[in-house]
């Protein structure tokens, strides 16, 4: 068999014209010429006596044209390699010789390509002689600048925090935002069994299209359909997750030295998946006093011509809010005005609270454009299973053919997700009971009550009631632990004193607030407030003029 190492660029294959000696190298000027080396291929005619040979010279190389260059250079290497014999090696006593490199001098003006160096291997003999030149082999094996970039706040923030638990009490994490970990919120049994059915069909264990199932594909179109948002199979995109749902989203929209609009605060893989591609993010205010609304004026003010596009995480992770409708049509007459797309993150859109309701963005409007993020991991309490998608929501046509284009490109790179999982999900969509999202929601709401009315009863937190997801973001009061330097120290020592972990909301871009995870046993949570209540009380000091604050 014969095989290309390698071919870059435009590099031409090329060889000596027979009795033709090596030309010697003229002296070069500085900025006057240039010169590239050519490795020349050489076919002897005792070996070939049918073939009929071309020769690209030198002159050839000064008169070709690039394109012509090019195309001329491709066919003799792909002739020349396809019509080898390869079945009787005595067809080929001797592998074409090493030639002597050539060195080709043109005027600093000329328009042709640059000739890089190409390396031909035919019959596992090399046509390189030798060490390169200007190469030192040694091992230089460092990481990519995308890894370089790659930085996880909430990894960094507590892989520092290098605080033992106190070890007279057990552990109790509301730090988590896995609602399986403690075992007390299961999948439906009916989603379990679909699963198992997909499986025992035998159906599902090949490749599926990197976009997913046309058939699962249309199952998802159908459940999220509306009159105001309609979808059809072609608006779907499945991917591993509603995290890679997002990473396609901003890989197709944005390009490296171009920004996004990022809520603060906000869900820290947004940050992550940018930076690593080299896009600035832009934080817009969330804010706490009502009830985590965007700041649409300092919004609007962080727009500018380098301006992707504005993700809008609704119901919030780490706040737990539900933006209104009206509130959602403010957002939306924001991007109508700049022409700004919106990357709507819609994987907590089933898990509001009874006295909230949802609205779909992309119900909302037909002018903006809208990319919709979602998956089974939450409402369905499977997130280990991996499946997430994206909705294109397009009716003007503003996207057109480039942006679904893209996504199915982006998507081919990991070859889409789960198969199993696929082939599942229509039972799931249609088989799961409404109990189990009410019980599910109703625990949740149970829970998050709970929570919020034991920390706002004690002198020093400000908890922000949620109405949906599974979070709940409590406000510090840092001049009255003046023990502490932030939310980080703070969190760090509930840890030791109490075996409490939350997080810092410095994950989120936001000091001087924690995160906690509603999502425990409701023992649990009385447990971790009682403690939390404890630790404040212990540390708590009245500022100057607060005393009557104290006495309460």
Request: glycine share 6%.
């Amino acid at each position: 068999m014969h095989m290309v190492d390698g071919y870059k660029g435009r590099s031409p294959f090329l060889r000596k014209p027979p009795n033709v000696q090596p030309k010697q190298r003229a002296p070069v000027e500085d900025g006057q010429k240039w010169k590239r080396k050519v490795l020349a291929i050489g076919v002897l005619k005792k070996n070939f006596p049918k073939r009929e040979e071309t020769i690209i010279d030198r002159h050839d190389l000064k008169m070709h044209g690039a394109e012509q260059l090019e195309a001329e250079a491709l066919r003799l290497c792909c002739n020349f390699l396809l019509t080898l014999p390869t079945s009787d090696p005595s067809h080929c006593p001797q592998a074409p010789l090493a030639m002597d490199p050539y060195v080709i001098q043109m005027s600093s003006n000329s328009n042709l390509p640059s000739i890089l160096d190409v390396h031909v291997n035919i019959g596992g003999r090399s046509s390189l002689v030798g060490k390169m030149k200007g190469r030192k082999a040694k091992w230089s094996v460092k990481p990519s600048d995308m890894s370089n970039k790659t930085f996880n706040p909430i990894r960094a923030i507590v892989d520092s925090m290098k605080v033992k638990p106190n070890p007279d009490k057990t552990m109790i994490a509301l730090s988590i935002g896995d609602p399986t970990v403690f075992g007390n919120l299961p999948t439906d049994p009916e989603i379990t069994q679909a699963m198992k059915d997909a499986l025992d069909s035998g159906k599902y264990n090949g490749y599926a299209p990197s976009i997913g199932y046309l058939s699962s594909r249309e199952e998802i179109a159908s459940y999220y359909h509306r009159p105001e948002a309609p979808l059809e199979a072609k608006d779907v995109i499945l991917t591993s997750g509603c995290s890679q749902a997002i990473e396609l989203c901003l890989a197709v929209l944005a390009n490296p030295g171009q920004n996004i609009l990022v809520p603060r605060p906000g869900f820290s893989l947004y940050r992550t998946l940018a930076e690593s591609m080299g896009i600035e993010v832009k934080l817009y205010n969330l804010l706490p006093e009502k009830s985590w609304e965007i700041d649409l004026k300092q919004l609007e003010s962080l727009i500018d011509e380098k301006t992707a596009c504005l993700i809008v995480n609704n119901p919030s992770n780490p706040c737990g809010s539900v933006f209104s409708k009206n509130h959602l049509q403010k957002i939306l007459a924001v991007a109508a005005r700049q022409c700004i797309p919106i990357l709507a993150d819609e994987i907590y859109g089933d898990m509001v609270f009874s006295d909230s309701k949802f609205e779909p963005l992309a119900t909302l409007s037909s002018n903006v454009p809208i990319l919709s993020c979602g998956g089974l991991a939450k409402r369905w309490l499977v997130p280990g299973w991996r499946l997430g998608w994206i909705l294109i929501h397009d009716r003007r046509d503003i996207f057109g053919n480039e942006i679904r284009d893209g996504l199915v490109k982006l998507s081919q790179r990991i070859l889409g997700p789960c198969t199993i999982v696929q082939g599942a999900l229509k039972s799931i969509l249609h088989r799961t009971p409404q109990e189990f999202y009410h019980n599910t929601l109703s625990f949740l709401k149970s829970n998050a009550d709970l929570c919020y009315g034991a920390l706002a009863a004690i002198p020093g937190l400000q908890p922000v009631r949620p109405s949906g997801a599974m979070y709940l973001m409590v406000g510090i009061e840092m001049e009255h632990f003046p023990e502490f330097e932030n939310d980080v120290e703070f969190t760090e020592r509930l840890v030791a004193e109490q075996s409490v972990h939350c997080l810092p909301a410095t994950c989120f871009e936001y000091p001087n607030f924690f995160r906690v995870v509603i999502t425990v046993p409701k023992v649990m949570m009385l447990e971790a407030c009682s403690r939390i209540q404890e630790f404040c009380e212990l540390h708590y000091h009245c500022a100057e003029g607060s005393q009557e604050e104290c006495d309460k």
